[in-house]
């Protein structure tokens, strides 16, 4: 037992270095395996760092002026709009099906439906589009925009049902009966009351889905071939084929850039992001 | 560590069991406590009363170890406890929201003190036994039920089991009927009481309703804004409250301000006369409890009689209750049903109230502003 | 119900046979006996036996369950350190700590996974096991934090004050209440942790090296242009078997809480 009070003793008195024990590691590791990689990233966009790694020294922005060619910021435009195209897509099929589980679904299968959209949540987007390939393979849709833009929601779908189930869960019941008491219309007191509460969740499923689909790599890649150039593609081929770092580094600091400003508007606008 | 451990022993028979010594606790610029003085007698049952906020939660977590204080002491058992951990004070503690270990059974979770004190298990299960019949709940059909099997009440009951278990010296309890309906908050008053003189221990128990702590409670100290107000029997308290505040939060009281001159207040609908030792000359409030006040010809005779139309009657059952407008004062008075004019009182009436110097339930000083 | 939450229900029995009927494919069509997409005709375990023969299958099987095996281990080590400092620890500039840890899951994969890249050529690492390990981590950290935490946040502190009061001492406390409780919270970061890298392809794809192989990895290499085939629904049947699982579990576990 004395080993014990000695440790909680040592625990009273040096608080800070405690709280260096137990966070420092995670933060550490965090710092070398995280946030220093994007240093060097920052550094090769600025062509700090030239071949084999060496440090040059040499400021040079001719990778940003490379990345926002015109070339680049057509494929730039496309992510977007695809990623807009998915994120309009997947509130569609995504809120009637949010709103069901949330309001009208029997109590017993709540559970079961809500789980049944978090089990493809957590599944790699390669192997969930690998099964759409085996479909458009068979109706001979490989390779076209559709069969991306069908590939994108399929993907992003539960990111977008799970905030809106979450938001939709939230809302008090009794507010649409007493809009009903008011005399409104079911469409009405969607309209005036369902909808705009529900405004945080279709947010916060926005974020999740609009941010990552701009970069999105494997379902154009895979579904669209060499028909769809995106953001993702794009930095692949630099990376893994053409092995032009500098350029992609530039390339993904300004990807970057605009998912952090996107974010911050978000922060600044309705506040915490759930995931 | 050492020389707590040696803290020195008043007596073991010592009179106050819990003694709080100007006690000061603060949370950035909030005051929770500001200089409190409190002593808690052997077998009391001792509420701390005060409004939500008033620091009620912050002394309890004080004599219980949870809190330290920032200045003052704090002696159990005429033992200086002041420095040591929660776990080192032969404490017991029923928590707001009970904290019942959701993981364990009941059993488990009264048992869980006395293993730790390593009692041998056949004496853990008589005294676990003995303290679930102490709050009346049949072992053998609760023991073995998870906290989540229970109904608000029940509850309660293991929760005040658990604490007493291990035979604490004292006893605190933060709000603990707070969360139950009416009727079984009722019920558990009685039982609580019960328990207490059935085990002879200390109380100590925080509440914000009045009505609990009067009905319960040996003595009450009435909490406002980290500072103690008063304490006194529940008949003090409410009979001779000694502030403005005290008078105003247990009870209701009719409050007129006026200047006190040679035993009289100078109001503005007239004068009333008090007794009362502040100067003559001084700016005073006086409370008046709406039950001391006679209306029709009870008031006839009073020392202080006053006409007044009746604004409004709202009956209660045992009493209605008359407001009459003096002036531009309204003044509420309890009448009884049974009282022989009470079916004749109408609204828009003139109607006579009067009550008798000593009558109001105190005069107090008026701080000038 | 009113046709119109009948029309809703439908819908909804659509959008899940939108999300379910694909995989279903997969896993029919990978007991199917010829090679022919489309046409069912019969049922053979054959494509799982050639998967059973597949020396390369084998060894990425085992580099995928070696490194999500170590990730999970190590990220739940750290994620719950820090969770469990940052509820408890009483020190300033936690807000800013607390975003810090956020930022591995904000930033999309294939920015943090070049990323990685570029640090491993500058540092003059050999891209391989121990690459796509350290990568995986980084990320998982955060995950496992953000779920340690979440089930730290709702557990309430008058639990542990009560042990202290019944007698037990913070050590005792956090062994007999803390742990045991935020058990469930801590078991479903490891499952988090353990998909979320078993079949993690983007981080892999851009931190191996010559000679180390996972199992999604073949997916990508072998699915590239199009080349769908029963073999490859059987290792995709197989991977999502694994990853479904596992997800479900989790699913069940953070749906208990409520
Ligand atoms: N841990 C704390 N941190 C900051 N302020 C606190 C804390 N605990 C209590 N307070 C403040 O101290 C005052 C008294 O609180 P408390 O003792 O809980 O009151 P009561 O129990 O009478 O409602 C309140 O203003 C409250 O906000
Ligand atoms: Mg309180």
Redesign the interface.
């Known amino acids: 037992m004395s080993w014990m009070e000695s440790l909680i003793d040592f625990v009273r008195k040096y608080r800070l270095l405690v709280a260096l024990l137990v966070l420092g590691p995670p933060l550490i590791y965090l710092a070398i395996y995280f946030f220093a990689p994007f240093l060097i990233t920052i550094l090769y966009s600025f062509g700090f760092i030239g071949r084999r790694g060496v440090i040059t020294w040499e400021f040079t922005i001719k990778y940003y002026q490379q990345a926002l060619r015109w070339v680049y910021l057509k494929v730039f435009y496309n992510s977007v709009v695809l990623a807009a195209i998915t994120t309009v897509g997947s509130i569609l099929m995504a809120y009637p099906v949010a709103y069901f589980i949330a309001v009208k679904a029997p109590k017993k299968w709540k559970n079961l439906l809500v789980v049944s959209v978090m089990v493809p949540y957590w599944v790699d987007f390669l192997l969930r589009t690998y099964a759409l390939m085996n479909i458009f393979t068979m109706l001979k849709m490989m390779f076209t925009y559709e069969a991306v833009i069908i590939g994108m929601i399929y993907d992003y779908l539960p990111f977008m049902v799970l905030p809106l189930y979450a938001n939709l869960e939230k809302l008090d019941k009794s507010l649409l009966e007493a809009s009903y008491t008011l005399g409104a219309t079911p469409l009405k007191t969607f309209l005036k009351v369902t909808l705009p509460l529900s405004k945080p969740g279709i947010a916060s499923g926005t974020i999740l889905v609009f941010v990552p689909a701009i970069g999105e790599f494997i379902v154009p890649s895979m579904l669209g071939g060499v028909s769809v150039t995106t953001i993702g593609t794009l930095t692949w081929d630099l990376f893994l084929k053409f092995h032009n770092w500098w350029r992609g580094a530039a390339l993904s600091i300004l990807y970057i850039a605009v998912v952090l400003v996107t974010l911050i508007i978000y922060m600044r606008k309705v506040g915490e992001l759930e995931i | 560590?050492e020389m707590m451990e040696k803290a020195e022993y008043i007596t073991s028979e010592v009179e106050d069991m819990v003694v709080l010594r100007n006690i000061v606790k603060r949370f950035g610029k909030v005051v929770a406590s500001d200089h409190v003085n409190i002593e808690i007698k052997r077998n009391e049952f001792f509420s701390l009363l005060g409004p939500s906020g008033s620091g009620k939660t912050t002394l309890l977590r004080i004599i219980?170890?949870?809190e330290k204080p920032d200045e003052g002491v704090v002696i159990l058992e005429g033992k200086d406890v002041t420095n040591l951990?929660?776990?080192k004070r032969n404490?017991?503690?029923v928590?707001?929201?009970l904290?019942?270990?959701?993981?364990m059974t009941v059993f488990e979770n009264i048992a869980?003190?006395l293993r730790?004190?390593k009692f041998p298990e056949d004496e853990i299960k008589k005294r676990v036994y003995d303290a679930l019949e102490l709050v009346k709940m049949p072992p053998e059909v609760f023991a073995g039920r998870k906290p989540s099997q229970l109904s608000g009440g029940q509850q309660q009951r293991v929760a005040i089991a658990?604490?007493l278990v291990?035979q604490p010296a004292v006893l605190?309890l933060d709000e603990p009927l707070g969360a139950l309906d009416l009727k079984i908050r009722q019920h558990m008053m009685l039982e609580l009481k019960r328990i207490q003189r059935t085990v002879g221990t200390t109380f100590v128990y925080v509440t914000h309703d009045q009505g609990e702590a009067l009905v319960m409670s040996d003595r009450i100290a009435v909490i406002h804004e980290g500072r103690v107000e008063q304490v006194g029997t529940p008949y003090e308290v409410y009979e001779k409250p000694r502030t403005k505040f005290v008078a105003n939060f247990i009870g209701e009281s009719n409050f007129f301000e006026g200047i006190l001159r040679n035993g009289a207040v100078e109001t503005s609908f007239g004068l009333i006369k008090v007794i009362s030792d502040i100067q003559s000359g001084k700016k005073v409030v006086i409370s008046l409890r709406p039950e001391r006040i006679k209306v029709g010809k009870a008031a006839g005779d009073a020392e202080n009689r006053f006409e007044g139309k009746i604004k409004e009657i709202v009956y209660k059952g045992d009493v209605l209750i008359v407001m009459v407008a003096l002036d531009d004062v309204e003044v509420k008075v309890n009448v009884p049903t049974t009282h022989p004019e009470a079916r004749k009182l109408e609204e828009g009436e003139i109607i006579a109230v009067g009550w008798n110097a000593g009558d109001e339930a105190g005069v107090f000083e008026l701080e000038a502003e | 119900m009113s046709i119109r939450d009948k029309v809703m229900g439908l819908y909804s029995a659509f959008v899940y046979a939108f999300l379910y009927v694909p995989i279903l494919i997969v896993i029919v069509f990978s007991f199917n006996e010829s090679r022919t997409l489309g046409h069912f005709t019969g049922f053979s375990l054959k494509w799982y036996q050639v998967l059973l023969e597949d020396k390369v299958v084998w060894v990425a099987f085992y580099n995928s369950l070696n490194v999500a095996v170590i990730t999970t281990l190590v990220s739940l080590l750290l994620g719950t350190l820090s969770a469990y400092g940052m509820i408890r620890l009483d020190i300033g500039g936690k807000g800013a700590i607390d975003s810090l840890l956020y930022v591995p899951i904000i930033i999309p994969e294939i920015a943090e996974a070049l990323s990685l890249l570029l640090f491993y050529k500058f540092s003059g690492y050999d891209l391989g096991w121990l690459t796509v390990l350290l990568g995986h981590i980084a990320f998982d950290i955060s995950f496992v934090y953000v779920v340690v935490r979440a089930r730290l946040a709702g557990f309430d502190r008058s639990l542990e004050e009560a042990s202290l009061t019944l007698g037990a001492n913070e050590v005792q406390t956090f062994l007999k209440i803390t742990l045991p409780l935020s058990m469930p919270g801590i078991i479903a970061a490891a499952l988090i942790a353990f998909t979320l890298s078993f079949d993690d392809f983007i981080k892999t794809a851009f931190t191996t090296g010559p000679g180390f192989q996972t199992l999604p990895l073949i997916i990508w290499s072998q699915s590239a242009r199009g080349g769908v085939g029963p073999e490859l629904n059987a290792l995709t049947t197989v991977i999502m078997a694994i990853s479904m699982t596992i997800a479900y579990i989790y699913a069940r576990l953070t749906m208990e809480k409520q």
């Open positions: 560590m219980a170890g949870l951990p929660p776990y404490i017991g503690m928590f707001q929201h904290a019942l270990f959701p993981h869980y003190g730790l004190r658990r604490a291990t605190l």
